[in-house]
Every structure is written in structure tokens, then in C-alpha cells.
């Protein structure tokens, strides 16, 4: 698993620390996570950045392992000295999406899981295969389920058939030159409507990208355009060759 | 497409409340209490609602301009008081700073073991009950209009001002409808304001949220303020339906005969404007 490409362009552009989603993926790791926080939200940029660190270090989400997400969270806040509005905003909570993926060599493959909007969109040959967790671009309408940090909220971890809603594997065998294209929800829409739209102009642009500054400008850009919601707008692209046994890669 | 300008602080959006302090409002409701207190109630929970949406680690952001209008037999003045009281609209971070009071009031809430535990939450106070006197709506409406002409002029490119009224009576100073139109007239270039309207009767009728239509409705003057009444966007059709909400997509922004559900629906479901960012 190679990446190809890591950037994120603010809401604002002149205030990047307002930035509410959070990227992970660490050198030599088959992992990799994204987690896009709610605007409307206490501290999502904090609950973001746990959420996606934390699954790089244990992909296995379970209402513990939110658990502990959630103590890390409520370690960097002192209630007691909160104003009347922080400790009601607080009480309100924080909410994230998260999508995380391992790639597994040996099987050349990689399992997702997808909780909200933020999607990855599986290439090949600048083809779209396939789309997790889900490929209609009329959805990112919908309120999606969240991750909280109020446990009340995060009662969809506890069904028997969480890891299948949410979860997925791609198998990348038979592919020639598989890309997965992992974003958030405003860059998400777009890139969808555009594979229907352009006939996958949207999504070639994406995969080519080489530096921030160019993401920059294609978002500013389809914003000014109103193609693209003003949104913190996050893309993670990632490669994969298979290795053979011998070590040279076979694809 | 109208109403759909993104809200930032760079571009808020406003809400103003008119609320009616006539003497009727002084009625009990089911729950026991005045009318007059449980607006008061649930408007003092909507503000915190807006400060607490706007409220970030780092501090409020100003997303809203808020204000409150009240009209009864004195006229027409500011709801609020204290350092509120100087002008009619403030950003949101005002309210945060100048609640007239913080009361402590008690909750009940799950505490995770099968049992029920009650705490005690601070519960900040704008807006107190008055019920005294005649319906003066034709200028209230009036007020109303005077601030979002100017609030609109500042906020040229801004999601446009919503207003949320809410009476129990008929006006004493003249038939409000033309003048309602032309207060739904006032627009930024996002759109018109929205007028949305909550009657809270005392006819024995059922409650009805959001109608499509003045024909089921039971007199007059409940037919009057749903004709006063914007036509609801989209996106607040959606949210309403997405609330378990029955909301035709002709529905307008007009509640009859609310009780104290249906006031906080009314109250929550006008307050969602477009996405903040």
C-alpha cells in the first residue's frame, strides 16, 4: 500500500486551525483513517483526531474501544471550569464520522469500515469500481449516524449486524492499477456526481493530484462554480501493488 | 435556488421572536401554567439551544443574530433587558455573555444502571413572562420589519432572517395580513424573510403543526395567520420529516393551537437554518 496523495483544504480558507477533519496513517502501516468532525459540534476537531488515531493503532471498533476514545476525550476537558454555554455545548457532545481501512497483502485486499458521509471510492484504470459506503450521491443528504461522544448516541455500535452495514472488503485482484480514493462528504458528492456528470473527468482530476495547492484549486474552484459545498474537504489517495513471493511486484 | 447560502461568521443568518404579552396570555394551559410562562419557558430553552449550537472549545462563534419583541396593552418594546435591552438584534455571543439570571433547575436522567438519577443543570434566563393588556400586532409587525430591513441592507448576501411569532389572540390594531406580506417581502439575495407563525388557542381542538392548506383549519383567525405564513424551504421540510414530523412539502410555517410540544417543535424546527460552517 502506497499513498499517493494526502491534503485537506479548510472551510475557510484563511483559518486552517478551524479544520474539523483529521487524517492518520502512519509510515509502514497497512492502516489508514479519516474522520470528517461536525460543525455543529462542542469539540469535534479533538473527537476527530482521536477517532482516526486510534484506529490506525486497532481497527477493531467496538463500543470499548469508543469507550476509550471517549476517556481520552473527556481527559483534555475540565467541566468544572466550563462557562454555562461550554458545559452545555459539551453536554450536547461532539460527532464525527470515520472511515478506516487495512489493507491486507496477503490477500490483496482491504477491509473498510464507514460510519457517516465520509466515503472511499475504489479506481481502477480512472474507472470508478466501486463506492463504500455508498454510491449515490443524493444521500450525502441524508443525517447520517455518528460517532459521539455521548455513549446514548453511539447505540448502532451495539447491533449484531454492525460490521455488516458498516463494514466492507474490496478484493483488488483482478484489478489492473487499483486506486482508492478516500474523502470526506463535500468532496465525496462531487466526485459521485461527477463520475455520472463528466464521465469521470472528477475523478481522474482527483487521482492525479500532487500537491495541496492543487486540491486547493480544485476546490476553490467547483466552490466558486457552486458544484461543491463549502466544507473542510479532506482526500486520501492510495495505491497498491501486489508483492509476489519473491518479493517483485506481479501488478 | 433561495435559502441556500452557507452560514458562517462572515455571513449570519437572524432570527427574531415576536411574541404576544396580551393579558390572554395569562390562561393555564394543560400542564398548569400560563401560557405566558410556558412561552417564556421554552424560548429561554431555544436561546440556550442557539448559544450551545454556536458554542466551540475555543469559544462562541456568531453565526446567529438574535432578538426578542414583545407587544402587549404598553405597545410595543425589546423583550429583553439588562445589556440586552440597548437594541433589538445581537449577535449570539451577547446572549451568551448576558443571560438576566442562571437558574439551577433539576433533571431527571438515565444513570446507566436501570435507575433514574436527578441533577441539577444551570438553566440561563433572557426572557421573563408578561401578560397584560390589548394585541397591538399591525405594530409589532411593523417593529419587525423596521429591524430586518436594516439587519437585510447589512447582510446583502446572508441565509435571510426568519421571524417566529407567536399570539394567542386577535390584533387590536388592524388586520395584520397585508402588512404580513409585506414584511415576507424583505430579502437579501438569498431569499425572503420567513414568517412563521405559532397560535397557541384555547379552542378544545387538536393540535395541528405545519398545514398545507387553510381549509381544515377550525376559525377565522387561525385561517388568517396560515395565510400569513411562509411556505416552509426544503430543507426545513426535510428536517421536520426526518424529526417524525407529518409535513407536506406545501406546508407553511404556521402551528394552531399548540400546547407545550408543539412550542418546541415550532421553536426547534424554525431555528434550523441552512448547514452552519
Redesign the interface.
Known amino acids: 500500500m502506497r499513498q499517493e496523495f494526502a491534503g485537506s483544504v479548510p472551510?475557510?480558507p484563511g483559518s486552517p486551525e478551524a479544520n474539523e477533519d483529521a487524517l492518520a496513517i502512519p509510515d509502514g502501516s497497512n492502516c489508514f483513517a479519516l474522520s470528517d468532525g461536525a460543525?455543529?459540534?462542542?469539540?469535534s476537531?479533538?473527537w476527530a483526531k482521536l477517532l482516526a488515531n486510534r484506529f490506525v493503532d486497532d481497527p477493531g471498533v467496538s463500543p470499548a474501544w469508543v469507550d476509550l476514545a471517549l476517556a481520552d476525550y473527556e481527559a483534555a476537558?475540565d467541566f468544572s471550569a466550563m462557562?454555562?454555554?461550554?458545559?452545555?455545548?459539551f453536554e450536547?457532545g461532539s460527532f464525527a464520522t470515520l472511515l478506516g481501512g487495512e489493507y491486507l497483502a496477503d490477500h490483496h485486499a482491504v477491509e473498510l469500515l464507514a460510519v457517516g458521509d465520509s466515503v472511499a471510492l475504489l479506481i481502477d484504470d480512472d474507472q470508478l469500481v466501486s463506492a463504500w459506503p455508498f454510491d449515490d450521491p443524493d444521500r450525502f443528504?441524508e443525517?447520517p449516524s455518528l460517532l459521539s461522544t455521548i455513549m446514548?448516541h453511539n447505540g448502532f455500535l451495539e447491533a449484531s449486524d454492525f460490521w455488516t452495514r458498516h463494514g466492507t472488503t474490496l478484493h483488488l485482484d483482478k484489478l489492473i492499477a487499483p486506486r482508492l480514493l478516500c474523502m470526506t462528504d463535500a468532496l465525496g458528492e462531487w466526485a459521485l456526481r461527477s463520475s455520472a456528470r463528466d464521465n469521470g473527468d472528477g475523478l481522474r482530476e482527483l487521482a492525479s493530484l500532487r500537491s495541496e495547492g492543487q486540491l486547493a484549486e480544485l476546490v476553490l474552484r467547483e466552490r466558486a462554480l457552486k458544484r461543491m459545498?463549502?466544507?473542510d474537504s479532506t482526500l486520501l489517495v492510495l495505491s497498491f501493488e501486489r508483492e509476489a513471493r519473491d518479493g517483485l511486484s506481479i501488478s | 435556488m433561495p435559502y441556500e447560502a452557507?452560514i458562517?461568521r462572515n455571513g449570519p443568518t437572524a432570527f427574531l421572536f415576536v411574541v404576544d404579552q396580551s393579558g390572554s396570555m395569562a390562561d393555564k394551559m394543560s400542564s398548569g401554567k400560563s401560557k405566558a410562562e410556558f412561552v417564556a419557558d421554552a424560548l429561554n430553552r431555544t436561546l440556550?439551544n442557539l448559544?450551545?449550537?454556536c458554542?466551540?472549545?475555543e469559544g462562541?462563534r456568531n453565526y446567529f443574530d438574535v432578538g426578542v419583541i414583545g407587544y402587549n396593552g404598553n405597545g410595543v418594546s425589546n423583550g429583553l433587558s439588562g445589556a440586552l435591552e440597548s437594541q433589538v438584534l445581537h449577535p449570539i455571543s451577547a446572549f451568551?455573555q448576558n443571560?438576566s439570571r442562571?437558574e439551577d433547575r433539576k433533571r431527571k436522567q438515565?444513570d446507566g444502571a436501570g435507575g433514574i438519577v436527578e441533577t441539577t443543570i444551570?438553566f440561563?434566563v433572557w426572557f421573563d413572562p408578561v401578560a397584560t393588556g390589548g394585541t397591538p400586532m399591525r405594530a409589532a409587525l411593523t417593529r419587525a420589519a423596521e429591524e430586518l430591513v436594516a439587519w437585510c441592507d447589512a447582510h446583502p448576501d446572508s441565509y435571510p432572517p426568519t421571524i417566529l411569532h407567536v399570539t394567542d389572540g386577535e390584533s387590536t390594531d388592524g388586520d395584520p395580513e397585508e402588512l404580513a406580506s409585506h414584511v415576507r417581502q424583505i430579502r437579501t439575495n438569498d431569499g425572503e424573510v420567513l414568517l412563521f407563525n405559532l397560535h397557541a388557542s384555547t379552542l378544545g381542538h387538536n393540535p395541528i403543526s405545519f398545514p398545507s392548506a387553510e381549509s381544515g383549519l377550525p376559525d377565522s383567525f387561525a385561517k388568517l395567520l396560515f395565510r400569513m405564513s411562509s411556505p416552509l424551504p426544503d430543507h426545513l421540510i426535510?428536517f421536520a420529516q426526518?424529526d417524525g414530523a407529518a409535513v407536506a412539502m406545501e406546508a407553511r410555517g404556521f402551528t394552531f393551537n399548540a400546547e407545550a410540544a408543539e412550542i418546541v417543535q415550532f421553536f426547534d424546527i424554525g431555528t434550523r437554518a441552512a448547514?452552519?460552517?
Open positions: 472551510k475557510e460543525s455543529d459540534s462542542f469539540d476537531r479533538l476537558h462557562s454555562w454555554s461550554k458545559q452545555a455545548a450536547r443528504h443525517r446514548r459545498r463549502v466544507d | 452557507q458562517s440556550m448559544v450551545t449550537r458554542t466551540k472549545s462562541v451568551e443571560p442562571i438515565d444551570k440561563p426535510r426526518n448547514q452552519l460552517r
